[in-house]
């Protein structure tokens, strides 16, 4: 297959920064050192840049998996720019692309059947000619100013947030190049490497619990280093929902942020599915596989009937369990909802009672101060 041209300035950033991490970050902490100054600003642009990526271009973006405050989706816009993937619009396109022809060596951008390679990193140094920059599987992105404003002066964002920064801070700090070379050079490489992580290993390594109609997979490892992105194969399957955890001692900060961000009131219409659609996907798999060991069991056909009689009670009981778990909840809402029109009705009963008492307190008086007045009189 005819090899495409290098895409020099993805090449020359790609190539270049981790050679230069490699050797200043050691070279520079050997001979003068970093405080903790500097690492704390390093953890800070780590995790700005990791959940601008994960909480902001994947789940808000790309899926719309919920909806964001516009001083929410600015900070996200600009600690991505920081992150150095491209702009908002044109990592969206890619990634949307990429969910909906997964494994298509022709169309999927970072197609993992590729290698491990080319889904990491050879597609962003490789000219594509996967489909043209239209931008036409984004037109509602392009309804965002903040996405366009982002889009517009995504260079001097980047060059800004990752160089002038970074040093602006360790001028001030006292130790310029410290702070550079961990909170803008190091916290670069980490942080393009831990995403290229999701294109590649996400889609070798790890379990396939939901599905296995393509090539990723959940890893909690990956999810460590991806601010919960490695559980890649629910994701897949259910890309609207906005955790990627979806159990929830599954290590996702990326969700609990959202959930936070819900709380404060800056996110909204947090998407996720019914319990049921997502338990089906999970037991239809489970099935699946006992059945394929079956062909090393004593009595195959004995087995496949209690297995497949099993799953089918098991969904069964799911099923009815939520369903009167949404009865329950249903009956609840409409309980408050009788419960406080009812106190109303009655706050209104009670004070019209109370005012119609302090009415014929009153009249109750004046007849008794009249009826002394004409005893008075009489006598
Ligand atoms: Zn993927
Ligand atoms: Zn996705």
């Excluded at 990526?53 to 720019?81: D, F, K, M, N, P």
Aim: hydrophobic letters at 45%.
């Amino acid at each position: 297959m005819e090899k495409l041209p290098i895409k020099k300035p993805n090449f020359i950033v790609l190539t270049l920064t981790p050679l230069l991490a490699v050797i200043f970050v050691p070279w520079y902490g050997l001979t003068v050192g970093f405080d903790a100054f500097e690492w704390g600003v390093f953890a800070f642009f780590m995790v700005a840049t990791g959940l601008a990526i994960t909480a902001g271009y994947h789940r808000l973006w790309s899926h719309r998996a919920y909806e964001a405050h516009w001083s929410l989706r600015l900070w996200h816009a600009v600690w991505g720019a920081c992150a150095m993937q491209n702009s908002i619009l044109h990592w969206c396109a890619d990634h949307r692309q990429h969910h909906r022809f997964v494994d298509d060596n022709d169309r999927d951008p970072y197609s993992a059947p590729k290698g491990f390679f080319h889904s990491h990193m050879g597609w962003i140094i490789r000219k594509q000619n996967i489909y043209t920059d239209d931008f036409a599987n984004v037109k509602d992105l392009q309804r965002d100013p903040v996405v366009l404003w982002q889009n517009k002066y995504y260079l001097a964002l980047t060059v800004g947030t990752n160089v002038a920064v970074p040093l602006a801070i360790g001028w001030w700090h006292g130790a310029m190049w410290g702070t550079f070379l961990l909170a803008g050079l190091l916290r670069l490489v980490l942080n393009h490497h831990f995403t290229f992580f999701i294109n590649s290993l996400a889609h070798m390594w790890g379990r396939q619990t939901y599905t296995d109609a393509n090539t990723a997979r959940d890893n909690g490892l990956i999810a460590l280093l991806t601010y919960g992105e490695g559980y890649h194969n629910y994701h897949h399957l259910f890309q609207w929902d906005y955790r990627n955890g979806v159990r929830w001692w599954q290590f996702d900060p990326t969700k609990w942020v959202i959930r936070l961000c819900a709380w404060v009131g800056l996110a909204t219409q947090l998407r996720q599915p019914p319990v049921v659609q997502i338990e089906k996907a999970r037991l239809s798999m489970q099935l699946k596989l006992a059945l394929q060991q079956l062909e090393h069991a004593p009595e195959p056909d004995a087995w496949r009937t209690r297995l497949e009689e099993a799953h089918r009670q098991f969904l069964a009981a799911i099923e009815e369990f939520n369903r009167f778990r949404q009865e329950l909840r249903l009956a609840k809402e409409q309980f408050q909802e009788q419960f406080s029109r009812d106190r109303q009705e009655m706050k209104r009963r009670y004070a019209e009672l109370k005012a119609e008492l302090r009415h014929q307190r009153h009249a109750w008086r004046l007849l008794l101060a009249e009826l002394s007045g004409t005893e008075l009189t009489r006598a």
